[in-house]
């Protein structure tokens, strides 16, 4: 299993390095307008005008946990967690992966939005520029990949090793991991939807963040044992 695991992580960090090479050279433009402005359509169609401004806001709010500095305090907190046997009272230094995957990811974001130099979507498609999250209005020049998706889904992944998988009854795994996954689309439509990425950058994220995320769950299965 932990084989398996490994191998799935490596073949999904190759893919976005691939991906990102088709990014960089203009693939998915067209599809990228049209899902913003479909997704964007059918939430605000599906919702009343005086509740439009809300969901926005909700959205805002729901992408803060996979913001970066939400997210080095989860991963810290979960690589302390992993870190300490609390039957042996010692220290498993394994758990260490979690912050260096995580390092690893940065990078990635980091590549994406210094090398592929993807656009970001324009400012006339940004939904409620002022909101309780103000600091979310800034509007960067490139968008690839999400670093929303990317930590989300990474947080999530992790999550589930460390605390499904050795916690959970059997009865409870299902709702939890779509508990996850629900997080994780959230976020997703949510950095759409208010007009900071575009879907490319979403699913460039989800190979990165999921490609860090199962060599950690490989790496930390070890320790459920």
Same mark, same amino acid.
Not at 56 to 78: K, Y
Not at 97 to 104: G, P, R
């Given at each position: ?48 005008? #005086? ?30 967690? *992993? ?8 220290? #498993? ?11 690893? +990811? ?5 590549? /994406? ?37 990317? #930590? ?13 998988? #050795? ?13 996850? *996954? ?22 460039? /994220? ?10 950690? +769950? ?8």
């Amino acid at each position: 299993m932990k084989k398996k695991l490994l191998i799935v992580g490596g073949l999904l960090l190759l893919g976005f390095a691939l991906f990102s090479k088709e990014i960089k050279q203009g693939a998915m433009r067209n599809m990228d307008f049209a899902a913003s402005v479909k997704i964007q359509e059918k939430i605000d169609n599906s919702s009343r005008l #005086r509740t439009a401004r809300l969901i926005g806001e909700v959205m805002e709010g729901s992408t803060f946990l996979a913001s970066p500095e939400v997210s080095v305090v989860a991963v810290l907190v979960l690589t302390a967690f *992993a870190g300490w046997d609390r039957k042996k009272k010692r220290i #498993r230094w394994q758990a260490a992966v979690i912050s260096a995957l995580f390092a690893l +990811l940065v990078l990635g974001e980091v590549y /994406g939005k210094t090398v592929v130099h993807h656009p970001a979507p324009p400012f006339f498609m940004i939904k409620n520029p002022t909101t309780i999250f103000p600091k979310y209005y800034i509007n960067d020049e490139f968008s690839y990949p999400s670093g929303h998706a990317a #930590r989300a889904i990474f947080i999530a992944v992790v999550s589930y090793s460390l605390f499904v998988i #050795r916690y959970s009854r059997k009865k409870r795994i299902l709702w939890m991991i779509g508990g996850f *996954a629900a997080y994780v689309a959230l976020v997703s439509i949510s950095r759409i939807y208010l007009g900071h990425h575009w879907l490319s950058d979403i699913l460039g /994220g989800w190979l990165l963040g999921g490609g860090a995320g199962l060599i950690s +769950l490989a790496t930390l299965s070890k320790l459920q044992q």
